[in-house]
């Protein structure tokens, strides 16, 4: 059950690979993560869509976009310091990459 509010429904077009911290559970997960280079990886429905992949990495978090395991080549790559700025570019990704193109 998904207890995130600020999760949208096209979270159905995501299957979550890996999850440190209870990505739809708790809305603090990301403030509460452990700072690594894994931190949450979601992988689109269809076999040929996106993998969205969230880290950390030196001293700021990265959120990437990659098509077709080309991770030298993401589509999209987004950085900040700031936790609010990379929750609210996760949930604009799911909802702009929930089509899978």
């Avoid at 990495?57 to 991770?71: F, G, H, P, Q, V």
């Avoid at 936790?83 to 702009?96: A, H």
């Amino acid at each position: 059950m998904i207890k995130n509010r600020r999760i949208s429904s096209n979270i159905n077009m995501w299957n979550i690979e890996y999850d440190q911290n209870g990505f739809t559970s708790n809305k603090d997960w990301l403030i509460q993560a452990e700072k690594t280079e894994d931190i949450l990886q979601l992988s689109h429905i269809y076999e040929e869509g996106p993998i969205l992949d969230v880290g950390f990495y030196r001293e700021s978090y990265k959120i990437y976009i990659i098509y077709d395991n080309d991770w030298e080549n993401p589509k999209e790559v987004f950085e900040s310091q700031k936790t609010e700025l990379i929750e609210n570019k996760i949930y604009e990704w799911i909802d702009k990459y929930a089509n899978g193109l």
